[in-house]
């Protein structure tokens, strides 16, 4: 159980693109949801906290108007860069809480490598 | 501030034991998480410690000691595919989960 799968595993896109990812929970239901971003040999870090039905709270120093984040179910949010650059390239990982378990443990979705060009 | 502190790297031998160690302090305690992050992969849970104690799940143990703000993960009968990174973090009184900058494990033949 607590499987979270998230789409697409890499995308190569041009720089000014928007770029779309998927966050589900397969077999349960997850009121809240995270996104973090991890660049090479670095720690994660938390961009934003997703609950679903409200707005996402963003941590300090990432623009929510350029990564949006939507939570509209109780097992999808979807992570939006918007007119992504080269510098957007990374690893993005989200992670969703089992509110139905005893822990509060997040799993982990198997990340989306974005390279913009 | 709030702040987690483990070993940048550490090294062992393929069969042996190997203990990883993380302090804490945070603003307030709801529990201590174990992960394991194998390059280029994203993190996979290990264990939750929320009492005082050991708990033992296979290869892998954890012990919390809250009194100290003392965490460690014990790995047994190393294999190579533990090489990877382990990640502690503690979920604050917010819920909010802080994290470690994760400790690179080298298992050597």
């Known amino acids: 159980g607590a499987v979270v799968s998230q789409h697409p595993s890499w995308v190569i896109c041009k720089s000014g693109t928007s770029v779309k990812i998927e966050c589900r929970s397969l077999?349960?239901?997850?009121?809240?949801m995270f996104w973090y971003r991890q660049f090479p040999k670095q720690s994660l870090m938390l961009m934003a906290t997703?609950?679903?039905?409200?707005?996402?709270?963003?941590e300090q120093g990432v623009e929510k108007d350029k990564f949006l984040i939507n939570h509209a179910s109780l097992t999808l949010s979807t992570l939006t860069v918007t007119s992504a650059h080269p510098e957007d390239s990374s690893f993005y990982i989200c992670?969703?809480?089992?509110?139905?378990?005893?822990?509060?443990?997040?799993?982990f979705g198997p990340g989306t490598r974005l390279t913009v060009l | 501030g709030q702040n987690i502190d483990q070993p940048t790297e550490m090294t062992a031998t393929e069969g042996a034991i190997v203990q990883i160690n993380c302090t804490y302090q945070?603003?307030?305690?709801?529990?201590l998480f174990w992960y394991q992050q194998h390059a280029g992969e994203a993190p996979t849970f290990l264990s939750y410690?929320?009492l005082d104690g050991l708990e033992e799940k296979g290869r892998f143990s954890s012990f919390l000691s809250r009194s100290k703000g003392y965490s460690y993960l014990l790995l047994k009968e190393l294999q190579m595919k533990d090489s990877a990174s382990y990640l502690c973090?503690?979920?604050?009184?917010?819920?909010?989960?802080?994290w470690g900058a994760g400790t690179k494990l080298i298992i050597k033949p």
């Open positions: 992670s969703a809480r089992d509110g139905g378990r005893e822990t509060d443990t997040q799993y």
């Open positions: 077999d349960f239901q997850a009121t809240t």
């Open positions: 997703s609950n679903e039905g409200s707005k996402a709270t963003y």
């Open positions: 945070t603003s307030g305690f709801n529990g």
């Open positions: 410690n929320v």
């Open positions: 973090a503690v979920l604050d009184s917010n819920y909010q989960l802080i």
